[in-house]
Structures are given as C-alpha cells and as structure tokens.
C-alpha cells in the first residue's frame, strides 16, 4: 500500500500519520487476499503429490513512490520439497538480491540489498498444496531502525531538509506496508489455482482523505499444478496521491 503525508507537518508526527494510514490499508488488503485466494482455492480440492526435488523460487516486487519512481527488489531462493514422515515441507536459502531505488534512498537500499530474508521457508504443505505452516519474520522493529539508521546517514551527507523530509516520507511508507499484502505469502503459492480475481475498495481515512485501492491476481500453474507464475498488482489512491504496487513470483523445477 502507499501513504500520502502532508508536508507542513513535522517529520514525527509525518511519520505517525503515515503508519497510522498504511495500518488501515493493511487491513483492506488484508481482507481481500483472503477472499480472492481463499474462494477460488476453496473450489479446487484436488490433492497434489509434490516429489522431493530442488526448484529456483524468484520474486520481483515494485512500490511506485511518488514522481513516478519505483523501488524494486528481486530475490532468488534455492528450494527444495522434502517429505518428513507424513508431513510435506518447502525448505529453502536466499541466493540472491537485486535492489534498485532513486540515489536519495541509497542508504536504505544497502541495508536491504544485505539483507538475507528466509522469504516463504520453511513451509509445511498440506495435501492441496496450501501452506498450512510457517515461521513469521519479524521484521518490523529492524525495519524501522533500519529507517532511523538511513536518516541519519542522509543528514551525515549534508542532503537539504526536503531532500530528507521526501526520503522520509517514502522511508516511511515502506515501513508501514510491511506488514502488508505483499508482504503476505499466498497460502497457495506452491500449488496456486489457475486464473485471475480482482476487487477494488474504498478507504476510511483520517483527516477527511478519501482514499480506493484495487487489487488484481493472476496465477498460471503447470500440467502438475505447480506455480509456474503468480503476479499481485495493487493501485492505491490517497487523495491525489496514486501508488501502484507489483509482485511476480515464478518457480522453474532444478
């Protein structure tokens, strides 16, 4: 999701405004992924038989910030299914991360770009596919140092107060939608059922905003129901501010 700030405030009432306004979103986006994928999946009850083999899980998000540039993220993991007595589970190691971002959010992107992020593993699968169990990251407290930490640098560079008050804002956002749908794994990611769903909603904003988002899926599955691609795209408007958001996953077998 996105959040427009007003600049006339100061930068941590800014900052509170910001995540005030990305925790409603996340419960809109919340809700809709579990009616998009939720329903469709509720139809397909088809039980799949993943063999244990390795696979290269790759993911591309993109968060629109305002001027029209984008911050994108790629992450690879080197995957793997491995049956443990009667349980099912995707297990799973970073390879890779590709970061790109304007200049002013350099600090951030370092820290990002270091990051190692254990993405949807491990994941216990059930009979349909469906992760039915997974150990959540935490990552909203590192987050948000990692936020402070950049700041910090910003001002250390002699950036000018609105070259740090726009890197705060942006900074802020992305903190705020961590949590988020697109921080949300597809409970059907591995296994995901074929086709596309949409809906769009109205946002119920403090200060008198008016605010919409709209959320599209789209997923293609191979002969034996594995993911082959599954793609997110959100478009959330704040105001006069509109954010589009994406996120592509792709499974090729080793």
Same mark, same amino acid.
């Not at 919340?30 to 244990?52: I, N």
């Not at 970073?94 to 992107?109: D, R």
């Not at 948000?144 to 250390?156: C, F, K, S």
């Given at each position: 999701?996105?959040?427009?700030?007003?600049?006339?405030?100061?930068?941590?009432?800014?900052?509170m405004?910001c995540?005030?306004?990305?925790a409603?979103?996340?419960?809109?986006?919340g809700?809709?992924?579990?009616?998009?994928?939720? #329903?469709?999946?509720?139809?397909?009850?088809?039980?799949?038989?993943?063999?244990?083999?390795?696979?290269?899980?790759?993911?591309?998000?993109?968060?629109?910030?305002?001027?029209?540039?984008?911050?994108?993220?790629i992450?690879?993991?080197?995957?793997?299914?491995?049956?443990?007595?009667?349980?099912?589970?995707?297990?799973?190691?970073?390879?890779?991360c590709?970061?790109?971002?304007?200049?002013?959010?350099?600090?951030?992107?370092?820290?990002?770009? *270091?990051?190692?992020?254990?993405g949807?593993?491990?994941?216990?699968?059930?009979?349909?596919?469906?992760?039915?169990g997974r150990?959540?990251?935490?990552r909203?407290?590192?987050?948000?140092?990692?936020?402070?930490?950049?700041?910090?640098m910003?001002? #250390? *560079?002699?950036?000018s107060?609105?070259?740090i008050?726009?890197a705060?804002?942006?900074l #802020?956002?992305i903190?705020?939608?961590? *949590?988020?749908?697109?921080?949300?794994?597809?409970?059907?990611?591995f296994?995901?059922?074929?086709?596309k769903?949409?809906?769009?909603?109205?946002?119920?904003?403090?200060?008198?905003?008016?605010?919409?988002?709209?959320?599209?899926?789209?997923?293609?599955?191979?002969?034996?129901?594995?993911?082959?691609?599954?793609e997110?795209?959100?478009?959330?408007?704040?105001?006069e501010?509109i954010?589009?958001?994406?996120?592509?996953w792709?499974?090729?077998p *080793?």
């Amino acid at each position: 999701g996105s959040a427009h700030c007003n600049a006339g405030r100061s930068g941590g009432s800014q900052f509170m405004a910001c995540s005030r306004r990305g925790a409603l979103e996340i419960l809109a986006l919340g809700g809709l992924w579990a009616g998009l994928g939720g #329903a469709a999946r509720a139809l397909d009850t088809q039980p799949v038989s993943p063999q244990p083999g390795a696979f290269l899980l790759r993911r591309e998000l993109e968060r629109g910030l305002k001027g029209g540039e984008t911050l994108r993220v790629i992450r690879e993991w080197d995957g793997r299914f491995e049956r443990e007595h009667d349980k099912l589970w995707a297990r799973g190691e970073q390879v890779s991360c590709i970061v790109e971002a304007p200049a002013i959010l350099e600090p951030v992107v370092a820290i990002e770009r *270091a990051r190692v992020s254990p993405g949807p593993f491990p994941a216990q699968l059930d009979t349909l596919g469906r992760i039915v169990g997974r150990e959540p990251a935490a990552r909203g407290s590192s987050a948000r140092e990692a936020v402070r930490t950049a700041l910090a640098m910003l001002t #250390a *560079a002699g950036k000018s107060g609105e070259q740090i008050a726009e890197a705060r804002r942006d900074l #802020a956002r992305i903190v705020a939608s961590s *949590a988020s749908l697109l921080e949300t794994v597809p409970p059907d990611l591995f296994y995901p059922t074929p086709g596309k769903a949409h809906d769009r909603r109205q946002l119920d904003l403090p200060g008198g905003l008016e605010g919409e988002v709209f959320v599209s899926v789209e997923a293609t599955a191979r002969t034996n129901g594995m993911l082959e691609c599954l793609e997110r795209k959100i478009v959330t408007q704040i105001g006069e501010d509109i954010r589009p958001s994406r996120e592509c996953w792709t499974l090729e077998p *080793a």
